[in-house]
């Protein structure tokens, strides 16, 4: 217990830890999206031809989707002609070879957010894809991983030395038409991880991607393609911290996964992009669209998601099951305090025979925070003996918070077999006194009282994530009870 | 010294005054019992010392070893030596009866400037405290109260009591919803942990509770004083009389 309170007591009065803003020069374009912006960022990244085609198209379909309004939240209308779409720190041309060689400054950031890479790659074993910006600064591990055959790389890099492998797979979970937000990602996304993993391969180390937004007033779009070969496995890391800032800020990822026959992947993220200020001020808005399918028979994909930041969050990673036996699962734990607002949740598609998905969700709300779990569970008629498992459980702290459930059934194979429970509970006045009376400080009992409801989702986390966002969540609720 | 010392005390829940100037003191060593008729203010008065604060003091005083206890925060007053066993405990879900303990144990000896228990140690001493109160060793890992039937929730509670060994156990109706065999369990839980420097006070309806757990003192509380205090015989009595012979007195 001790070392949680020291935790908190560390953090007190500190506000947003990681809102700090490194001063690199920035090679950035000038706000506003066309066709010259989409060639400029293709030129930058010195891309081939085809896949500036790609980004055209991706472009010439966004320009006639409208912008979803059917989400639960509220948000002033986006100009997307005033956002900058490309920034790179300026050593870009010289990429650094080892660590060492990444801008001292850069290194700092990051040592201020306690996540040192040299000590990462020494102590977890985690080898580190750190985007900083839109461009990758540092990869790390790459040589032990190249030793079986794993590519673990920016998308970047990829576009260049895996082409092949680009061309197969990009676009083929999230199509380029998919959503209005998807097809904006396709056009301009900048950078991101590729990982490749090849057949029976099972990858040695937890691979992780630190996510940053710096500049100010440039969308972070990024773009992650994760294959796993035949009998192969993999756990991904993401986490994410962004510093303070006032402006509202755009971030619309892409990560699709795909795994093939008997394969297994297993994507962690935490989530904690700056969430505005107690006046709604500031903020990220994070439009995400993940989704990984099981492409092949007996195959795995498993999210699970810590989400604690931003001011928006609109984020439903999704699983295809369309080999038959495969499996679909989604743990997640959303926060939500200050004026943040988050629609999140999950789709789980059945197509193939005996597929089966678990959705495990835990969503918190304090303050002012707004929170929907929307779910999709869709059998086909194609899916004999599909099975569904759901949990959604809100937890409401405070009397000006809000939690809505909009779950979705679409069942249309009789065999299927689907189950829902859902319950809210309001932190009790009565279980923190109950903690109280027995000697536990208010701070402890609140983090022990949330860590307890977020349990089923923690344990899926890897053991050192599972550590840090427990951290996280106890940082972020402080000072929400009481 | 008393132990505990509760002076002219007034307490407001909602607006409405419950007790109206309660005198109470207890000496190291003794077991009071309170009694009275519901909406007296017994209950009241156990959430009022342990610090809830939807119980507002509007007047008087509380001395806790010669301590202001209505200075501290009611954890403060746990990790002093005051343990409330609950009439409704509540559960946490996901958080185990162990880590929970834990937890609270390391909370006391820090106040106390002790380091944390060894692991072991602590495993010891909770199985040993779950023997004496028969408390099924599966709800150590269970969570904190979630699925306990009635009669295990009070189980727990003397069982928290018993590791956290305070020098005042305060009881709220631990006794309703006990069958015979559980009451006589927990009665030899808490028999078992009178000493001369710790002291009980027993907040009950009924007689029953007192002939395991014999008070050295037996109070009335009704309409938010003590009415009446006298020793174990006046147990008894209220058994075959009632409370209406103590209305006048309130008045």
């Given at each position: 217990m001790s070392a949680s309170t020291e935790t908190i007591e560390r953090f007190t009065n500190k506000g947003y830890e990681a809102g700090f803003v490194t001063d690199i020069e920035q090679d950035t374009v000038e706000p506003g999206l066309n066709e010259d912006v989409i060639r400029f960022i293709s030129a930058k990244k010195n891309e081939p031809e085809w896949m500036l085609e790609w980004r055209l198209e991706a472009y010439r379909n966004w320009l006639t989707m409208p912008e979803p309004d059917w989400q639960y939240v509220h948000y002033d209308p986006i100009d997307f002609q005033a956002i900058s779409y490309f920034s790179a720190p300026k050593s870009d041309a010289d990429r650094p070879e080892s660590l060492d060689d990444i801008d001292p400054e850069i290194k700092a950031t990051y040592d201020k957010l306690g996540i040192p890479l040299h000590e990462q790659e020494m102590l977890a074993g985690v080898a580190v894809d750190a985007v900083f910006d839109s461009v990758s600064v540092a990869t790390s591990y790459k040589d032990k991983l190249a030793e079986q055959g794993i590519i673990f790389c920016s998308m970047s890099e990829a576009i260049q030395d895996h082409p092949e492998l680009v061309k197969k797979y990009?676009?083929?979970?999230?199509?380029?038409?998919?959503n209005f937000f998807a097809a904006l990602n396709s056009a301009v996304f900048t950078d991101g991880s590729f990982v490749y993993i090849p057949k029976g391969v099972r990858c040695p180390m937890e691979l992780s991607t630190y996510f940053r937004i710096n500049a100010a007033n440039t969308g972070q779009f990024e773009r992650t393609l994760i294959i796993a070969e035949d009998s192969s496995y993999v756990s991904y890391l993401e986490g994410c911290t962004a510093p303070m800032r006032d402006e509202n800020q755009l971030h619309a990822a892409v990560v699709e996964l795909v795994a093939l026959d008997n394969a297994e992947i297993k994507y962690s993220t935490v989530q904690n992009w700056y969430p505005g200020n107690a006046e709604g001020k500031g903020g990220i808005y994070n439009f995400v669209t993940k989704r990984g399918v099981c492409e092949g028979d007996n195959s795995k994909i498993s999210w699970t998601q810590v989400e604690t930041g931003s001011a928006i969050t609109w984020k439903y990673p999704s699983v295809v099951m369309r080999g038959d036996n495969s499996v679909g699962e989604f743990y997640s734990v959303a926060v939500t305090r200050l004026r943040q607002q988050a629609d999140t949740g999950t789709k789980m598609i059945h197509l193939g025979k005996n597929t089966r998905s678990t959705i495990v969700s835990k969503g918190i709300s304090a303050q002012e925070g707004q929170q929907v779990y929307r779910g999709l569970v869709r059998i086909a008629p194609t899916a004999s003996n599909a099975r569904n498992y759901s949990q959604c459980d809100s937890m409401l702290m405070g009397s000006e918070c809000g939690a809505h459930t909009f779950p979705y059934l679409d069942v249309n194979n009789t065999t299927a077999q689907l189950e829902h429970e859902a319950t809210t509970s309001k932190i009790g006045e009565d279980q923190i006194l109950y903690c109280l009376s027995r000697g536990i400080a208010e701070e402890d009992a609140v983090s022990l009282i949330v860590n307890g409801f977020c349990k089923e989702v923690f344990r899926e986390l890897p053991m050192e994530f599972a550590v840090e966002a427990q951290k996280l969540l106890e940082i972020t609720l402080e000072d929400s009870v009481g | 010294m008393a132990l505990l010392e509760i002076r002219n005390l007034h307490v407001n829940v909602e607006g409405n005054e419950i007790l109206k100037g309660l005198d109470l003191t207890i000496e190291p060593g003794k077991v009071h019992a309170i009694m009275g008729p519901n909406g007296g203010g017994k209950s009241t008065l156990a959430k009022a010392l342990v610090g809830d604060e939807a119980y507002e003091i509007t007047e008087g005083e509380v001395l806790f070893n010669g301590q202001?206890?209505?200075?501290?925060?009611p954890e403060e007053r746990a990790r002093e030596g005051v343990f409330l066993g609950f009439q409704y405990p509540v559960e946490i879900p996901g958080v185990s009866n162990t880590y929970f303990l834990k937890a609270a144990v390391n909370a006391i000896r820090k106040h106390h400037g002790h380091d944390e228990i060894d692991a072991m140690e602590f495993l010891e001493l909770v199985r040993e405290r779950a023997r004496r109160v028969k408390l099924d060793e599966g709800l150590l890992q269970r969570p904190v109260n979630e699925g306990f039937s009635g009669g295990e929730k009070k189980r727990n509670e003397i069982f928290h009591m018993s590791v956290l060994e305070p020098k005042i156990g305060i009881l709220d109706e631990t006794d309703s919803g006990l069958d015979i065999d559980a009451l006589r369990t927990v009665s030899d839980g808490v028999n078992a942990m009178r000493s001369d420097d710790r002291s009980f006070l027993v907040i009950t309806h009924y007689q029953r509770l007192l002939q395991y757990i014999v008070p050295d003192v037996v109070h009335v509380l009704m309409n938010g004083r003590i009415v009446k205090t006298g020793g174990k015989e006046l147990a008894h009595e209220l058994e075959s009389q009632g409370y209406e012979g103590f209305e006048e007195n309130a008045a």
């Open positions: 990009l676009g083929t979970v999230i199509p380029r038409n998919d | 202001d206890l209505l200075e501290m925060d």
